[in-house]
């Protein structure tokens, strides 16, 4: 593409972003368009909660109709014939109670005996709200096993506590609550949730006691199945719907998860596990054992029917039981951030879960990038500053290695003419190889290395990638502003489009990701004037100059935080390649390497050598001349 090529493509994605612009609607019809919207959105919300509840009303009818028609031994028999010794818990009031500590409220009910909702304190909603981590009955869990040959689930039973349902302290610093299934005083399942102060982690006991003989003789293990619709809490919904899925340890081993951009993914899990974590961008709720669970399971779907949750996810668990008179399962819930200290000092490998790259660019991450992070912010409250103080801190770091890349093009570059004398000399394409021979001599000669400015990218390459990963991860910038950005974790939307761009640009413009993309443009215009091949590639050339474009497609739904310090990066390395030109002269550097190449000293000789020579003399005989 020629001068004129580029500048009618500019102009056109000029036109079309000021025709967007000067063709939004207002405030006014963007706020009738919403109320419009959710009018529809209400009417086919209440046709079909209508329509659910005239269903429900009919099997109420039906079921209120047979029950008249019953005596109440009847429906004693049909609930023992159906729960046999756990009969007597199939009917009960639904009941709520709450522990809380400084991070955590947690709702507890006695249908089940189950966390029915969590609401971390310390964190809200991208528009403000309570973040409710999960609620009602978007979320299942239940213990399963069979007792007399018939299948009980403590889902669907109402649990009790002998001596009153009351929180109690255990301790100073931790409070219990206790549920119990007690077919009679002496035989028991009892479930006991324990919260200590600020710590997002409540530990979950399942006690056995005196039912060996209720539960089947052969149960090896008892099934848990944990079922959860997960909720969206992030303005960048797709970006976090592509970094929600489940999680898992694996006894000994590695953390491993579903696919995360799968639709649909399900993995059956046949080894000890420790752990299973149901994983969103900036937070988790997991399950661990303190023994090992035996298999499990795992599910992830994309939920399309409700726009409030991103998955469904559903686990099967297999708890190991051994039939004892008396029974414990100790377990743990974690229900908090996906904060990397928080969950490192778990000691758990928890904070595998937050994605911070593969090998080097993880290390990259843990070793450099969040220690310096996490002491800069000790002292600055303003994350925008503590980007702009980490990207001058790397980019000192490499300025040695970026400088030896600058003067090995510089060098190259001099020598352009010495090496279109070479193209001349051999001009055929059947000459390539001995034209590529000649030119290695040459730099041989003069001490070039063409392999030098790409010393710096190797370094670079790992920073790179490693900010990639840590910024769309880090929930230190969730909800933090920087200049017109109100939250770095998500893009920095200046403008609003009345259409929706593919090619996962949206329906905005950020402004970090666009200024991005115009230091971009300028960073190659650099590097195409330090280049001496563009001329024998126009392809590539091309080519590189709509790589900016294409970042702009990537980068405009990504983390602001992330476009604002590549966009310093170019920056400054756009500054600190002036200042080098500034100080290097093309035609000094040629005139030194023609020196060299002219003033080429002999070969230092070995001392070994030497004394050879001198041997050879004093026999009478003359070293050969070269």
Known sequence: MDRNSWIGLLLIVGTLFVWSYFTKPTEEEIAAQKIKQDSIAMVQKERAISAVMVKEQSKTNAKISDTESRTEDVIVKELNDAYGDFGKF?????????????????????LGARVYSVELKKYKTWDGKPLILFEGDSTEFALNF???????????????????????????????FTFKLAVEDSKYVEFIYTISPNSYVIDFDVNFVNVNNLIAANTGYITLNWNSYITGFEKGENWEEQNTSIFYKFNGAEVESLSLRSESANETLSTPLKWISYKQQFFNATLITKNTFSNALVKAEKEIINPKYLKHFTSEISVPYDGKATESIPMQFYFGPNHYRTLKNLDLDLEEVIPLGRSVFRWVNVGFVIPVFNWLGKYISNYGLIIL???????????????????????????????DKI??????????????????????????????????????????????????????????????????????????????????????????????????????????????????????????????????????????????????????????????????????????????????????????????????KQKGIQPPKR
């Not at 007399?148 to 929180?167: H, M, P, V």
């Not at 300025?399 to 090496?419: D, H, I, N, Q, R």
């Open 90 to 110: 199939a009917t009960g009031k639904r009941e709520f109670y709450t522990l809380e500590n400084d991070l955590l409220k947690v709702q507890l009910t006695n």
């Open 146 to 176: 069979f007792s007399k040959n018939r299948s009980i689930s403590t889902d669907k039973l109402f649990f009790s506590q002998l001596e009153g349902i009351e929180s109690k302290k255990v301790s100073d610093k931790a409070e219990s």
């Open 389 to 419: 103080i980490l990207t001058i801190l790397i980019k000192i770091i490499i300025f040695p290695f970026t400088y030896k890349s600058y003067m090995s093009t510089a060098k190259m570059k001099a020598l352009k003419p010495e090496v």
């Open 423 to 616: 193209g001349e000399k051999f001009p055929k394409k059947e000459d390539a190889m001995k034209k590529q021979q000649a030119t290695m001599a040459l730099y041989k000669k003069v001490g070039v290395s063409p392999m030098g400015g790409c010393l710096p990218m190797l370094f670079q390459m790992p920073l790179l990638i490693a900010m990639f990963r840590f910024f769309p991860s880090s929930i230190e910038l969730r909800q933090e502003g920087f200049l017109w950005a109100t939250d770095l974790s998500t893009y920095d939307a200046v403008i609003n489009l009345p259409f929706t761009v593919p090619f996962n640009f949206g329906s905005h413009i950020s402004l970090f990701a666009l200024l991005m993309t115009v230091v971009n443009i300028v960073y190659m215009k650099f590097n195409d004037q330090m280049s001496m091949g563009n001329q024998q590639m126009p392809g590539m050339k091309m080519m590189m100059y709509m790589m900016p474009f294409m970042m702009l497609f990537w980068f405009n739904s990504y983390a602001s935080a992330l476009s604002y310090y590549y966009f310093l990066s170019l920056l400054i390395t756009i500054i600190q390649t002036w200042l080098i030109r500034r100080t290097v002269n093309d035609e000094e550097i040629l005139a030194k390497l023609k020196a060299v190449q002219s003033n080429k000293k002999a070969p230092v000789k070995s001392k070994f050598q030497q004394r050879l020579e001198n041997m050879a």
